[in-house]
């Protein structure tokens, strides 16, 4: 931000810390319309509901008639996700002041939300036909027409928008967020390259390219569009680290760290950088480099998880299970739904033999991550560890239904039951992973191994393989 836009943030924060002294102290003060309308914007940019609304309610006790408060009293309730509240507030003072765009337009983002898209539409192209050069309107007609599939008529809106408002920073920012919230990845690129035609310097055009091209996983095309970024503007961090993620993904972990140790800005942000510096090194098999960088990580943010993980794994590596145990608590301690963070913890507490927290950080895994079921599968593999078969095989039916579609359940529960000698259970379970995916049978034998030599499991197997 410029020195310019600082002055104004503490100037707004004064104005709004000197209007709650007055309104603390019970006094009779006055402000006009502007002034208080400022000071509510001030308060719901940062999300202060509670200062806003009580804003709001000085204003209406001031103005009682002015329906800018009402609108104001709409966005308030749109903050609390109270879309209902907002609609009725709005739709009555519509009928009072029909032609008032805000309202409309307010309405149509009340309506976009609770995915009312005809409604949403039809607010939107009232305030169009009132102002027809409304930038905003017509991104958000995009965006609605994107929701309902409709992409050829979304992309008719955004060439609807003016080119001096296209170029402008933040409103590439605008589009590239409305492409990328519908997978209009080609889109995107399209559009930027528009920009970049028209100005072959716009730093946020080639970011944004790279960003793109990232996403898809394009590494060589993201690197390229992140070296003119670099090549427009050195100093700019963001190309550095761009660059940097790239080479990342790529696997070129030596000039990823190069690219990292460029982007750094001196302040608590360079935690996050650090961290997938050290992460090259772990990847370079460089241990003692990636701890180093850990280490400064946390340093410089005490709270960062991530570097706490990243050091349990190296001290799960070299078997310092006490260290790695402390890291891995730590990391938790900081963010406690990340569920990795409890499926290494719960295989710590199967190495060292401790079935009851093992079993502990495996369950709050999976409540966390009830969708990933390999989650599921390590758990059920650490009760066959302990020798809690019939418990490994009664998780599995348990959470069966939410997992039917997997091929390894089956044949999991199938290995399972064989072992424990359920036969005819075992053969039903077989059948049914052998209709999923014949050609994945050898999972059966990975854990019971003693199959290969069972004759009726092997012509079970053959009707489906040969």
Request: hydrophobic fraction near 35%; charge should be negative; proline fraction near 1%.
């Amino acid at each position: 931000m410029t020195e310019y836009g600082d002055y104004l943030d503490e100037e707004m924060e004064e104005r709004a810390r000197n209007f709650e002294r007055q309104l603390n102290s019970g006094d009779t003060f006055f402000y006009d319309t502007d002034e208080l309308g400022q000071i509510i914007d001030y308060y719901l940019d940062f999300e202060e509901i509670i200062k806003a609304t009580q804003a709001i309610a000085y204003a209406e006790s001031i103005y009682p008639f002015e329906t800018y408060y009402k609108i104001k009293k709409a966005e308030v309730y749109i903050a609390q996700r109270n879309i209902n509240g907002a609609v009725k507030l709005l739709e009555k003072y519509r009928t009072i002041e029909p032609q008032n765009i805000e309202i409309a337009t307010l309405l149509g983002d009340c309506y976009s939300m609770s995915l009312q898209y005809k409604r949403a539409i039809e607010c939107y192209m009232f305030s169009l036909n009132q102002e027809t050069q409304n930038e905003e309107i017509l991104l958000r007609l995009a965006r609605v027409h994107f929701a309902m599939g409709n992409h050829k008529k979304a992309n008719s809106y955004i060439n609807a928008i003016p080119t001096n408002y296209i170029y402008d920073e933040l409103s590439i920012q605008e589009f590239i967020k409305l492409f990328l919230d519908y997978n209009q990845n080609a889109e995107a690129i399209l559009f930027l390259e528009k920009v970049i035609n028209e100005d072959p310097y716009n730093y946020s055009a080639w970011y944004f390219k790279g960003l793109i091209y990232q996403r898809m996983e394009e590494y060589n095309e993201s690197v390229n569009a992140y070296e003119f970024c670099i090549a427009i503007d050195e100093t700019n961090t963001l190309g550095h680290l761009g660059k940097g993620n790239s080479l990342m993904e790529s696997n070129d972990y030596n000039a990823a760290i190069e690219s990292f140790t460029l982007s750094l800005d001196n302040d608590e942000s360079d935690a996050e950088v650090l961290c997938n510096i050290a992460e090259c090194y772990e990847n370079l098999k460089d241990d003692k480099g990636a701890k180093f960088y850990y280490e400064k990580a946390i340093k410089l943010n005490p709270n960062i998880s991530d570097a706490y993980f990243g050091m349990a794994m190296i001290y799960k590596r070299k078997k310092m299970w006490k260290d790695a145990k402390r890291c891995l608590h730590k990391a938790i301690d900081i963010d406690q739904y990340e569920s990795m963070y409890h499926i290494e913890l719960a295989e710590l507490y199967l190495t060292l033999e401790d079935n009851t927290l093992c079993y502990y950080h495996y369950n709050l895994a999976y409540e966390l991550d009830s969708e990933t079921v390999e989650i599921l599968l390590d758990f059920a593999h650490a009760k066959f560890e302990f020798n809690d078969i019939d418990d490994a095989i009664e998780l599995l039916l348990e959470n069966l239904e939410d997992h039917d579609e997997d091929h390894r359940m089956y044949y999991r529960i199938a290995s399972y039951n064989f072992l424990r000698g359920h036969y005819e259970k075992g053969y039903n379970f077989l059948h049914a992973a052998l209709k999923m995916k014949a050609d994945e049978y050898l999972l059966l034998f990975e854990f019971a191994p003693f199959l290969e030599n069972e004759k009726n499991v092997s012509n079970i197997i053959d009707l489906y393989t040969k």
